[in-house]
């Protein structure tokens, strides 16, 4: 299994984190993306990157801190996209729940991050709350402008390495098919194992060609660990309540969405084998 989002850089993992990383490894998580929210914490994940070779960053701001983000801020992340292991552009988007940024601002910020990703040929990794349409209007107007991001060597209309993941996506088995339309995947945490959880219908509707597992650590942890500390070591969960939804074994959820994560962001991961940490 691969975590696709996990914000290993945060404070509730430093008393035990290689012991968390060990519990990972030990259920069968060959590889852990880590987003940043802000360039700190961009930078921790790509240290984190630099040190693990199972761990791969992603840099970016993410839309709580785009109120306080300047130019010389987004220029930073531009710089940190070169960096060894740095995988995608992200955690980026818009959150229109919290509004913890003026929404305009969030916008300006999710559009310059998105531009970067064009020019650097990364994925995203996007992040929305109640602005799923508002995200949608963006990505699709960038990539009217810039046909060309991410599509593969003989021209493919949709890209086929992935133009980025929408992160723990509550939104409609009508938005993701566009989504996937666009070459984009969505992922999903903890919310999937929640009592009457609006994304189970939306699962058994789209099946897991274009979906990612994820875990969002610290944050969302699963049934039955909700309201604890979320780690990479509750995946399998997730990985065996989508399986449930579909039909299907734990183990081709974890074949296929690793499948979708290693394409995605160009892993050398070899999931076959123990990796590790």
């Known amino acids: 299994m691969i975590d696709s989002h996990a914000h290993l850089f945060y404070g509730d993992f430093r008393a035990d984190f290689e012991q968390m990383l060990e519990r990972a490894r030990m259920v069968g998580v060959r590889a852990i993306v880590v987003p940043g929210t802000n360039v700190q914490a961009s930078r921790e994940a790509v ?22 983000a300047s130019d010389a801020d987004v220029e930073s992340i531009r710089d ?12 980026i988007g818009l959150d229109f729940h919290y509004d913890l940024s003026p929404r305009t601002r969030q916008q300006e910020i999710f ?6 990703a064009v020019e650097k040929d ?20 960038i990539i009217g402008d810039h046909p060309d991001w991410r599509v593969g060597q003989a021209g493919e209309k949709v890209a086929k390495r992935g133009r980025g993941v929408f992160h723990c996506f509550t939104g409609s088995a009508e938005q993701a098919r566009e989504l996937f339309s666009m070459g984009f995947l969505v ?14 219908p939306v699962i058994r509707e789209i099946g897991l ?9 610290p944050y969302l942890a699963p049934v039955p660990h909700r309201g604890k500390r979320n780690e990479p070591s509750h995946l399998p969960v997730i990985a065996g ?4 939804i579909l039909g299907t074994s734990p183990s081709e959820v974890a074949r296929r969405t690793s ?17 590790h940490f």
Not at 80 to 89: D, K
Not at 111 to 116: A, D, G
Not at 122 to 141: Q, Y
């Open 259 to 275: 499948e979708n994560a290693i394409r995605l962001f160009a892993l050398n991961v070899n999931v076959g084998t123990a990796q």
């Open 241 to 244: 309540r989508i399986a449930e």
């Open 80 to 91: 940190l996209t070169v960096a060894p292991g740095v995988v995608a552009v992200g955690e």
């Open 209 to 217: 060609e274009n979906i990612l597992i994820e875990t969002d650590s």
């Open 122 to 141: 990364l994925p995203i990794v996007v992040h929305t709350r109640e602005s799923i349409p508002e995200a949608l209007d963006i990505v699709r107007s």
């Open 187 to 200: 992922s999903y945490p903890g919310i999937v194992t929640f009592k009457n959880s609006p994304v189970v």
């Open 111 to 116: 559009h310059r991050q998105v531009l970067l």
């Open 47 to 68: 240290d984190l990157s630099a040190r693990y070779p199972s761990i791969f960053a992603c840099v970016g701001i993410h839309p709580h801190e785009a109120g306080a």
